[in-house]
Structures are given as structure tokens and as C-alpha cells.
């Protein structure tokens, strides 16, 4: 079985929107060799901005460092949040998020399971006092797949304690449902990484700020890497 990509530059989507707000997304990850996967750096800047109280959208270059296999810029991501109510309106606060993933000419012959996808889905958010928990279902859609599923489930989730905004810390995971040509596996097959998370948010004035969150990731398969260093910044102006 072809093992499929895992993005270490993961980040968690939230289904919160602010109208006018424009940022400056870096994200980067690095991947530890695991049982049956092998070792992979993702890194990606975006530009993005939130056209509307309801609807946020980014364009991202995305580059990958793979174990045996030539580095470079990897694909185009054009990425879509669309928040669905208002926060507090109801019991859980609610958005979809909308990908669209266009791997560069070049890779398409050596990766020929890097074809175009689309990923879509719920973001649901809780907060219950300083707790807040995320918990995200996303679809993924592969055209023209070779060897791999054509259709993949992950999941995103967090729960942190909002201590201060410059400091929070809690704990995130990752995972995905399936390997290789299977969009179901028995979970050793399954990709789940778990581990704790550091992020906050600094006022910058003029109305301007810079969040952050790191993450230690472990994996708890043998198809995943043993451990994933991530980082997102965002400078929002």
C-alpha cells in the first residue's frame, strides 16, 4: 500500500470570522520517521482576509520536504471559512471550511497521488468558562487518485484553558481514518498524533496583533510519525 501524505504544518480551523480583519498566516511542521512512514517537513504562508462578517479566505503556497522523494514548492491551497450564526447564538458555535489543493505541474508525474482535492466540513467550538473545545470533521475529496482512496475523513480537535491571552496551553490532535487504498482502517493502520499546545495572541498597536501556536505531537500508530514539531504564526493588521 502507498502511504499518504501527513501535512506536520497541520493547523487547527475555527469557525469564527472578523470582517475587514487581513493577516499574514507561516506555518511549518516538521515529521519524524515512524513504523511504516517516513520523515516530512511542510511549511506554507497564506494571505488571507475576512471578506465579510461570515466568510474568510485565504491563498497559500504550501512547500514539502519528503524523505526519498525531491523537495520544493509543493502545491496552491486556496482555503474558505465560512462562519454559520453568531457566537453564543447557540449551544456550540458553528462554521465550514472549504479547500481547494492544486499540487504544482512538476510534482504530478512523481507523485501521481498528490492529483487536485477538496477538502470540506463542520468546525464546532464550545466554550465553557476559560475552556474552549474545538472539534472539526473534514472531508477530503482526491481527483484522479492513484493507488489511494479517493475519499478521506479527518478529524482536528482541541481543548485549551485560556489563562491570559498572550499565554494558553491545551492539548490538540490530529488524525485520519484510513491508509493506504482503505478510506476506513482498524486504528493501528490509522493516522492519530496527540500532544500538548502552547498560543496566545499580543496586541500590537494601530489595531494590529500577533498570535501564535506550537504543538509537540505524538504519534500513537504505526502509521504515524513518532513525533511532529508544529508552529503557526499570524500577524493580523
Same mark, same amino acid.
Given at each position: 500500500? %502507498? ?10 480551523? !475555527?469557525?469564527?470570522?472578523?470582517? @475587514? ?73 458553528? @462554521? ?35 475552556? *474552549? ?18 475519499? %478521506? ?5 482541541? !481543548?485549551?484553558?485560556?489563562?491570559? %491571552? ?5 492539548? *490538540? ?6 491508509? @493506504?487504498? %482503505? ?22 498597536? @494601530? ?24 508552529? *503557526? ?5
Amino acid at each position: 500500500n %502507498q502511504a499518504l501524505a501527513i501535512d506536520s504544518s497541520e493547523y487547527l480551523f !475555527v469557525p469564527t470570522v472578523t470582517q @475587514g480583519e487581513r493577516e499574514i498566516d507561516l506555518h511549518m511542521g516538521a515529521g519524524s520517521s515512524g513504523a511504516l512512514t517516513g520523515a516530512e517537513d511542510n511549511a506554507g504562508v497564506g494571505f488571507g482576509m475576512g471578506v465579510t462578517s461570515h466568510w474568510f479566505t485565504e491563498m497559500a503556497v504550501q512547500y514539502r520536504k519528503k524523505q526519498d522523494v525531491a523537495s520544493g514548492f509543493d502545491a496552491l491551497e486556496w482555503e474558505n471559512t465560512f462562519q454559520i450564526g453568531e457566537p453564543g447564538e447557540w449551544p456550540v458555535d458553528l @462554521g465550514m471550511v472549504f479547500n481547494v489543493e492544486r499540487p504544482f505541474e512538476r510534482y504530478r508525474t512523481s507523485l501521481k497521488k498528490d492529483a487536485p482535492s477538496a477538502r470540506f466540513g463542520p468546525l464546532l467550538q464550545k466554550n465553557v468558562g476559560k475552556f *474552549q473545545t474545538n472539534l472539526n470533521i473534514i472531508l477530503e475529496h482526491h481527483f484522479r487518485s492513484i493507488g489511494v482512496p479517493s475519499f %478521506q475523513v479527518h478529524y482536528q480537535s482541541q !481543548v485549551k484553558y485560556r489563562y491570559s %491571552q498572550p499565554l494558553e496551553f491545551g492539548i *490538540q490532535a490530529f488524525g485520519r481514518l484510513g491508509s @493506504g487504498p %482503505q478510506t476506513f482502517s482498524g486504528y493501528p493502520d490509522e493516522v492519530h498524533r496527540v500532544g500538548p499546545v502552547i498560543l496566545g495572541r499580543f496586541a500590537i498597536p @494601530g489595531e494590529r496583533s500577533l498570535s501564535y501556536n506550537a504543538a509537540m505531537l505524538f504519534g500513537t500508530t504505526q502509521r504515524s510519525p513518532d513525533r511532529t514539531l508544529r508552529l *503557526q504564526l499570524e500577524y493580523e493588521f
